[in-house]
């Protein structure tokens, strides 16, 4: 899907760089996946009540893996 949008430029940058990411679309792609999956995380601690969910998707991944 093609849409045009202005994000400031300095946070695109530090982002490609920090991530090492070649392409703004990858960039804005795994900003918003990730963006929802951090809001996924968030009402599902709500709905259980306080507990530490502090997962990352390596180690989610590894749990994976050992099932």
């Known amino acids: 899907m093609r849409t045009t949008i202005d994000i400031d430029k300095n946070l ?21 996946k990730e963006f929802i999956r951090k809001k996924h995380l968030e009402k599902l601690k709500n709905r259980l009540g306080n507990c530490d969910l502090n997962i990352d998707l390596s180690s989610l991944k590894e749990m994976r893996k050992d099932e």
Request: net charge positive; glycine share 0%; charged share 35%.
């Open 12 to 32: 695109i940058e530090e982002a490609l760089k920090l991530s090492k990411i070649s392409t703004k679309k990858e960039l804005i792609n795994l900003s918003l």
